[in-house]
């Protein structure tokens, strides 16, 4: 709302422009749930009688204010864009390791003599050409392929979740049907956190099959975080996202 208004003599004349000036700033701070602090300089009076003039502070103490407002909402928005992960498991000092690793398909090989440890509270990002072996890699780590030769060591208290590029929809479930199916936290507690991925009720009731995919990646990052992993494997996560939520799912990964 509006406030600090300091009132002083007018000429009825610009009375009502100031109303509707002040109105609008309301409008637009109610809109942005933020308080905007206008203050009419002392003064005016003096200047009652040029209406350019009186015209142009009051387009300015608008501006002023909207202005504010824009930064306050700003700060606000980025709060409502943190996306609040339930912990997992606790992992020590050992994460994943792998030792002298090696996969080929046929004569295709794909990768060799590879050694690498994930550091715990790492962001890794695993780069290269299509065909290079980065699925193959994350099927590796979560058990659904097998080596060549190497071992891959994991912890004892290793959870792993994983995002893959390929959908698992069955043909009519919605959106809260598929969260019961793969989550492990309640579908209460995680429709908290899903809001927070812009997932309303009205899309989760919906057909998973129905919707954009955006929308699609967003109830399977939504239903990866209700599995409580302390490990998070993400294959092409920002595939169908818009803008907005590729941001948020940028800051979650750097938080």
């Known amino acids: 709302h509006v406030t600090g208004v300091q009132t002083c003599a007018l000429p009825i004349l610009v009375t009502e422009a100031v109303k509707a000036a002040l109105q609008l700033a309301d409008t637009k701070a109610r809109r942005g749930n933020v308080g905007v602090e206008i203050q009419v300089p002392e003064g005016l009076p003096e200047i009652q009688g040029d209406q350019h003039q009186l015209t142009q502070l009051f387009t300015n103490l608008l501006i002023n204010a909207y202005e504010a407002m824009l930064k306050e909402s700003t700060v606000e928005k980025e709060r409502e864009f943190e996306i609040l992960i339930p912990p997992g498991p606790r992992l020590g000092t050992l994460v994943v390791e792998a030792e002298k690793i090696a996969k080929a398909y046929g004569d295709k090989l794909l990768f060799e003599n590879v050694s690498f440890a994930l550091p715990p509270g790492g962001i890794v990002g695993v780069i290269g050409p299509n065909g290079a072996g980065k699925s193959t890699l994350f099927r590796i780590l979560i058990g659904e ?7 891959i060591i994991r912890s004892r208290q290793l959870s792993l979740g994983y995002l893959s590029q ?22 209460w507690d995680l429709k908290t956190v899903g809001r ?23 109830i399977k ?14 294959d092409e ?17 750097q938080g």
């Open 237 to 253: 996560p920002t595939n169908y996202l818009d803008l907005e939520t590729t941001l948020l799912l940028e800051r979650f990964l």
């Open 196 to 218: 927070q991925l812009q997932l309303s009720e009205a899309v989760l009731s919906q057909r998973v099959l129905s919707l954009s995919g955006g929308y699609r990646m967003r």
């Open 166 to 187: 390929h959908d698992h929809w069955l043909p009519e479930e919605t959106g809260n049907s598929y969260l019961e199916r793969v989550s492990s936290l309640p579908l």
């Open 145 to 151: 392929e097998e080596l060549d030769s190497g071992q």
């Open 221 to 234: 990052l939504l239903g990866l975080i209700g599995q409580e992993p302390n490990l998070m494997l993400l």
